[in-house]
């Protein structure tokens, strides 16, 4: 399958972007979008990305096969963690979920098309229409496809042309979906531009923020605050910072029979996308009173983690990636040691090792000859930020309101929140996370696969890409 050159980022690596050729593609979407999109109705913008992403499901889909052929070299990702986390996404937009996204964040399904209320403000003489923005320009964050992804399918609903800046490593599946939305219906490709450069282009940038009033981000806080001091006063920025996650499990769920299910949806959050989003777990809690303890929950952990590679291979690492992960599992190796000294047993010490007094006991788990997987165990519970590729941390706690307080040194950066726990207590293990500021708590096992309707940091996704005209009656 041979892409067409519709876009910016089709041409070839060796093609020159200028300011002006950057300015000239923006006015050009404009244009098509004021002449086509912005003439369509909400429902049959819906039905096109349902159908879009109902195709992308299918195995002969060419699309999905370019992305599974080429993918792994680009992303890093191995074919199955890339299918999975694909079909984690395109199996939500289906249209009763686009209809209720838009009933959430909007009132109505109507309010991009017409004047309209929901009963309530009906009832009080109020109606409303909601409005996309001529432009909407995405700086798309290249560790995940998905979120750029999502990003299209907003801007779409809400009828802006879009203009997604890509990383150089992050370019490919959104140009995928793009073509695919592209070859739909051709004349919504001409509202979409793509293209790729390098981050501090600041020229490129400046012609781009020049002709735009809303611009979404996904990054580092610092290019957050960067990209802050350079838009213009009149231009709407929609941010996300950097954010990371963790699990916790009740010792309900600790019986000898459940804490293997649960280890193995602890694996499926650690193992999808390789742990490399804001939504996967860097820790896993554990409430220490159940008949299968912290420490034999990570030993079931690494059990599912090692099932999970033969069917799931995590895929090559860049040499300093994987220098990393060996760094912090020697690291973690010396602390074990000294805790197996300490109770007398036999062990063997890493060449050049020394010992200090050991106060907290620590164990590794570790795939052999490779950094494929990692679990550490550590009876120090505090807080401790993973190095990713499938390293995660358990550790015990008596309660969640013990676990919340060793995590306070992130307490603000915390997305997502995985529980296992009885269903009967979610409620009240919610409510102690939204009062620490958790915005989202989900089960274990799902927490990289958000909905549709997921307020991502606590805010209405759609809902920030649209203004409003409020009529009373």
Known sequence: MNLPQIFLADLPPEAVLTPALVRDACIAVKRNRAQWLAQRK???????????AERWQ??????????????????????????????????????????????????DVRRLDEFSAPAGELRHGRLALARGHELLVHLAAGNLPNSALMSLVLGLLTRSAQFMKLSRGGALLPRLFAHSLAELEPKLGGCLELAVWPGGAADLEAALFGETTCVTVQGSDETVADLRGRLPASVRLVAHGHRLSFGFISGDLMSSYSARKVA???????????????????????????????????????????????????????????????????????????????????????????????SVGTRLWASEGSTAWTVVYEEDARFHASCLNRFAYVKPVR???????????????????????????????????????????????????????????????????????????
């Open 264 to 358: 193995e949806k602890a694996a499926a959050d650690v193992s999808a996308w390789n742990q490399l989003g804001c939504l996967s777990p860097h820790v896993f809690y554990v409430e220490d009173r159940g008949a299968v303890s912290a420490e034999a929950f990570a030993e079931l952990l690494a059990a599912a983690l090692a099932e999970r590679e033969t069917t799931e291979p995590r895929g090559e690492l860049p040499v300093a990636e994987a220098a990393q992960i060996n760094d912090r599992r020697y690291l973690h190796e010396l602390r074990a040691a000294r805790h197996l000294v300490q109770r007398g047993e036999a062990v063997t010490v890493p060449r050049g090792a020394f010992f200090e007094p050991a």
């Open 399 to 473: 309660d969640l309101a013990e676990a919340l307080r060793l995590a306070d040194p992130v307490r603000g950066q915390v997305s997502t929140v995985g529980l296992a726990a009885l269903e009967s207590r979610m409620p009240e293990l919610a409510l102690e996370l939204s009062a620490w500021g958790v915005t989202r708590v989900c089960p274990l096992g799902r927490m990289q696969e958000p909905p549709v309707t997921w307020r991502h940091d606590g805010r209405p996704a759609l809902g920030e890409l649209v203004t409003w005209t409020d009529l009373e009656l």
């Open 58 to 107: 299918q195995p002969d889909n060419g699309f999905r096969r370019l992305a599974l052929q080429l993918g792994p070299a680009e992303t890093g990702f191995g074919p199955a963690t890339l299918a999975r986390g694909l079909d984690s996404l395109f199996r939500l937009l289906t249209v009763d979920q686009l209809h209720a996204l838009l009933n959430q964040d909007l009132g």
């Open 42 to 52: 909400t429902q049959e913008l819906v039905e096109l990305v349902a159908y879009a």
